[in-house]
């Protein structure tokens, strides 16, 4: 398998603009998470979702962030408008559903808002 | 409230020496225990993890940690560090499937030669 999929890889865009980070989980993994890295505040969970329904959507910072699941094999983090306290690493995550949640990470994004 | 907590922001270690990693947590349920590496620019990967039995795990790349319920610990170990080592490492804590991870905010491990 090829892993957990992020894209793009590397994002600049100017304060106020659209952004939409994407995600492909691992193919038969139930959960998908997506987490920001940032220097300050290290890995935060924002939004989880099982078999496509959005589990805990707490850690959504503000309503300028949305995601959607809207099949097994494809996720978004949508920022809009975007603001540079935003630049962050956002990291996917999938897990198979069993006992315990083990996380299987993606490469990452990294998104600097200018 | 449940969390994890990493209480060296940064270590340093000569080449060939032992490292050890601290992880306290706090979780109000059966926890189960991860330890995970990020290399510069890349994302994060397991290196090993403690559901239950044996309270020493053994994981990939010569790591192992050791589970103490009493000190609620998970501390990570290495006798004879490389200099592919300096990394990142984080230790999460989870619950039964359906919950999410919580990460403490990570260890910098520097390598000196």
């Known amino acids: 398998d090829a892993g957990v999929i992020q894209s793009p890889r590397h994002e600049v865009t100017e304060m106020g603009q659209e952004v939409t980070l994407r995600c492909k989980p691992i193919?038969?993994?139930?959960?998908l998470f997506w987490y920001r890295q940032t220097m300050m505040r290290g890995l935060e969970l924002l939004i989880y979702f099982n078999n496509n329904v959005p589990i805990d959507d707490s850690g959504m910072p503000e309503d300028r962030f949305s995601a959607k699941m809207p099949n097994a094999s494809f996720s978004t983090l949508k920022i809009q408008p975007s603001e540079p306290r935003d630049s962050a690493v956002y990291f996917c995550?999938?897990?198979?559903?069993?006992?315990?949640?083990?996380?299987?990470f993606g490469q990452g994004t990294r998104l600097t808002v200018v | 409230a449940q969390s994890v907590t990493q209480p060296d922001i940064h270590i340093t270690v000569s080449e060939g020496a032992s490292l050890e990693l601290r992880c306290n947590y706090s979780y109000g349920a059966t926890p189960y225990l991860f330890w995970y590496v990020q290399s510069p620019g890349q994302g994060l990967q397991l290196l090993l993890k403690?559901?239950?039995?044996?309270?020493l795990v053994q994981g990939i790349k010569g790591f192992e940690a050791e589970f103490k319920r009493s000190q609620s610990s998970f501390n990570l170990r290495k006798p004879s560090v490389h200099w592919s080592d300096a990394a990142e490492y984080f230790c999460?804590?989870?619950?039964?499937?359906?919950?999410?991870?919580?990460f403490g905010k990570g260890t910098t491990l520097s390598v000196s030669s």
């Open positions: 193919s038969g993994h139930d959960y």
């Open positions: 403690y559901f239950s039995g044996d309270t």
């Open positions: 999460a804590v989870g619950g039964q499937a359906g919950t999410a991870l919580i």
């Open positions: 995550a999938s897990s198979p559903s069993g006992r315990v949640t083990e996380a299987f």
